[in-house]
């Protein structure tokens, strides 16, 4: 993703969030983009630093916080949003007249008569160039061959929902603050966070097994997994949801009017 697309849809996040939020402060912009979209306050914080303040330097957001900005905004994707910003991106249009007079001065030397001299050094320098070009297009391609085989190998990170695909050679942690772990198409699949209500399955119709996992953090709040196993974040083991966790922690209504239950 270019930097120029990354920074404008990032701009343009934040005077939304200013519309909509009472307080024009990084936290507050940053929990009223959090709350429509699926990105933490921390990685939203992180990318207005880089962008807006020009603090973090090191930081560069992940495509899936940018993908999640052009839906705040309105598209459908990065790749909508770049096809409609197109014609704004600097750079469109003709030369510079500086390198279009130098362009036409050398369209007009090639026609002038050479002595037999400087048309050896000529062909001499020609050659030199060719070979200068072929040493560098074998170098690139060594370096992309390279960069692929590091890259090929699948790890993936946990964004604080879900966990999303990433290279290896990313490091120890990705952007999220979280472990670069190996690729496990398993828990890829089936290992999500969940947010649930009084109409969430949470046990099976025919044999009455638990369908969800959850984890007590140091609030006290419970969060549900859809799989077994450790907690993405800190390896603590998960425990299978029980009817006592249901009827003291899940609210019996959903939020609306027409879902209240009735005795």
């Given at each position: ?243 006592y966790i249901v009827e003291k922690y899940v609210p019996i209504h959903q939020n609306k009017p ?6």
């Amino acid at each position: 993703m270019e930097e120029f697309y990354v920074k404008k849809i990032t701009e343009e996040v934040f005077k939304k969030a200013k519309d909509k939020s009472a307080s024009h402060k990084k936290y507050a912009l940053a929990k009223e983009v959090e709350a429509a979209t699926g990105l933490s306050y921390r990685t939203i914080e992180r990318t207005y630093d880089k962008f807006i303040r020009r603090k973090d330097e090191d930081y560069n957001p992940s495509s899936n916080t940018i993908e999640e900005f052009c839906v705040y905004l309105g598209y459908q994707d990065y790749a909508g949003y770049v096809e409609k910003n197109k014609a704004k991106e600097p750079g469109n249009g003709s030369l510079p007249s500086s390198l279009k007079d130098k362009k036409e001065t050398q369209d007009s030397s090639t026609g002038a008569a050479t002595k037999p001299g400087q048309k050896n050094l000529h062909s001499a320098s020609i050659l030199g160039a060719i070979a200068l070009t072929l040493l560098l297009v074998f170098y690139l391609l060594f370096q992309n061959k390279t960069s692929k085989t590091a890259d090929s190998v699948n790890c993936m990170t946990w964004t604080g929902r879900f966990y999303e695909k990433i290279p290896c050679s990313k490091g120890s942690y990705s952007t999220y603050g979280n472990a670069i772990e190996p690729y496990d198409e398993k828990r890829f699949e089936n290992f999500k966070r969940v947010e649930v209500d009084i109409t969430t399955p949470f046990f099976s119709e025919q044999n009455q097994k638990p369908l969800l996992w959850y984890y007590k953090n140091k609030q006290g709040e419970i969060e549900y997994y859809t799989a077994p196993g450790l907690h993405p974040v800190n390896g603590k083991t998960l425990k299978a949801v029980t009817e006592y966790i249901v009827e003291k922690y899940v609210p019996i209504h959903q939020n609306k009017p027409s879902s209240f239950v009735r005795e």
